[in-house]
């Protein structure tokens, strides 16, 4: 009689036990969602000590949020309520409008030049006031497409001042914040985006919600 | 050689299970991989808004999370169904905010309490009463860093 091999071990459980490990997985996790739109508080001032910025009306490109999620635009002396899917061109419009004169003149603009609306991109201020009963939807919109607008402003510019990169505004700050990206890449990359930053500023300001 | 004779002839031969396992090892394997360990359980509604202009949080900061929505379904008889804020596990009110900042300074190292983010997470159907009273009592304790964890997608059709 031949010798006998080893006996196999049954593997028939072992599925079962890699079903057990599979389920308490997918219980216990979460895909996790670590992206979203940052933004920067205001200090906390009291009302007592607040100055008053003056700013001129045209420069100010006014939202107002409403209950029932209606957008009010005031800008250039006019109000309309607008719709949502016209905010980003109308944001883009306004602050590359580039009406000012003088020394207000805008030279990176390459708007209508109507004296009515924004000067230049340093002055032009985006402002958005909310209802306690708007929705989050609707106010993570506006916040979004008023990001959009200065980012195809900014990424227009970084594309003009430095074409060598090949990339925009938003894939630069993507590569300057991958781990991956070697030191040195990320300085000269800083120093750019800064750049940019400095030519074309997100002046946004929030008011505090109405009704109390 | 009757000895090697098969014993049936007809009948389908049964599947075999052997790669069974492997297969199952690589979803878990997926699922390790792709996912965290939640770090609350939630006792609201948590469906976040998407948005396409975002950027992710750095993860070698430290970041603090806020929830706010509708208490779920085995919560509404204790907590009703109006907007809530979640701190770590418990379901607080706003002016707890503040103290939560604190606590969670605390727990870091004295040379990252500048680069504290709080990411909000709040609920797509939550109206901005509630968030704005966060925010204010965030201005107050001087965490300015925010972010509105968002998923990707188009923001209009929200």
């Known amino acids: 009689m031949a010798k006998r091999s080893a006996p196999e071990v049954n593997a028939g459980s072992m599925a079962d036990i890699a079903f057990l490990l599979l389920i308490f997985f997918l219980v216990t996790t979460d895909i996790a969602t670590d992206s979203g739109l940052s933004r920067k508080l205001p200090p906390w001032e009291p009302d007592a000590e607040q100055e008053k910025v003056q700013i001129k009306e045209k420069n100010i490109f006014a939202l107002t949020l409403n209950s029932n999620n209606q957008i009010l635009l005031t800008s250039a002396g006019d109000s309309e309520v607008i719709a949502i899917k016209d905010l980003r061109a109308r944001a883009f419009e306004f602050l590359d409008n580039g ?81 991956v990206t070697d030191v040195k890449v990320k300085e000269s990359l800083k120093e750019k985006l800064e750049a940019i930053k400095e030519v074309v500023p997100q002046l946004f300001s929030e008011a505090e919600a109405k009704r109390d | 050689m009757s000895k090697f004779k098969k014993k049936k002839d007809g009948g389908l031969p049964p599947i075999s299970t052997a790669s069974l396992p492997d297969i199952v090892f690589m979803l878990l394997f997926f699922f390790m991989v792709a996912t965290v360990i939640k770090e609350d359980n939630l006792k609201i509604q948590n469906q976040l808004p998407k948005a396409n202009q975002i950027e992710k949080l750095d ?38 905010v503040q103290a939560f900042i604190a606590a969670e300074r605390a727990a870091l190292a004295e040379e990252l309490v500048p680069t504290l983010t709080v990411s909000l997470k709040v609920d797509r159907d939550a109206k901005m009463g509630v968030l704005t009273d966060v925010k204010q009592e965030l201005r107050k304790t001087n965490a300015l860093k925010i972010n509105y964890t968002t998923k990707k997608g188009d923001a209009v059709s929200n």
């Open chain 2, 59 to 96: 993860k070698k900061k430290p970041i603090s999370y806020i929830y706010i929505g509708k208490p779920s379904a085995n919560y509404i008889d204790t907590y009703g169904t109006e907007d809530r804020i979640q701190l770590n596990d418990k379901l607080q009110s706003v002016e707890q």
């Open chain 1, 99 to 179: 009406g000012g004169q003088g020394e207000d003149a805008c030279k990176r603009c390459k708007g209508n030049r109507d004296p009515k609306s924004s000067d230049n991109l340093k002055k032009a201020v985006i402002s958005l006031a909310n209802d306690r009963l708007t929705d989050y939807k609707t106010y993570i919109t506006v916040q979004n497409e008023i990001i959009a607008a200065y980012n195809d402003i900014r990424n227009r510019e970084f594309k003009k001042d430095y074409p060598k990169l090949e990339m925009n505004f938003v894939e630069a700050t993507e590569m300057y914040q991958d781990p």
